[in-house]
């Protein structure tokens, strides 16, 4: 969505840290449906002497149906909307952003923890494509089916349109990508902004910081090339 990651996964740190394009709190939604194992929610300030799960602060750990478990941390106090034993479903909103336990501003913390209970890498969720719902095949009986002659079907050349149409923002002076597009009316999401990515010569694109500022002078330039 508008969201950017701030700390990438990597060995040392074994999960994402989410903000909000504006820094400041926004809702935080489940990745999948699931059973509440855990919750935490009697934290009420930042404290950078915690140690343990305490650094997570307020938080959430849910236990979802595909095998995988979710953690969501430093959640504000008071957000937190569910309790240990409910099933919640992807997409509903559990709680907020906050900054409770060990952390530097408004974020959220997110683990995975894959089948075997082996933390992986939260974009392999975050990326998964989303299911498309399947018409349902309809029965006509023989009394009401109405027989109908062929239609010719009318054959038209498909032709591939190779376009170099460029966005640019050259008045923008901030320094987020989500908001340089939204401000020219442009798609701002993660997914759109991959797209941008791809089309502009940048591999693997997650988010990261070094890739939204390589978008983003690229399109104070004038030079970022539109996506299809």
Known sequence: MSEVISNN?????QALDIV???HNETD???LENGIVETVIKNKKTTDHNTKGNDTYGN???IKQTDGKEA???HMKYGSINVNVGDFVEKGSIIGTMGSTGNAYGNHLHLEVKNENGIKENPLISLNKPIE???EETKEISKENAVTEPPKEETKKEEKTIIKNEYLNNTEYNDGSIVDALKEINIDSSYQYRKKLAIANGITNYHGSYD???KLLKL???GQLKKAY
């Open 20 to 22: 909000s394009s504006d």
């Open 211 to 213: 890739q939204n500022v």
């Open 71 to 73: 953690l969501y941390a």
């Open 28 to 30: 935080i939604i489940a």
């Open 59 to 61: 938080y959430i750990k």
């Open 219 to 221: 399109l104070k330039n």
């Open 9 to 13: 996964y990597d060995s040392e740190h």
């Open 132 to 134: 498309e719902k399947k």
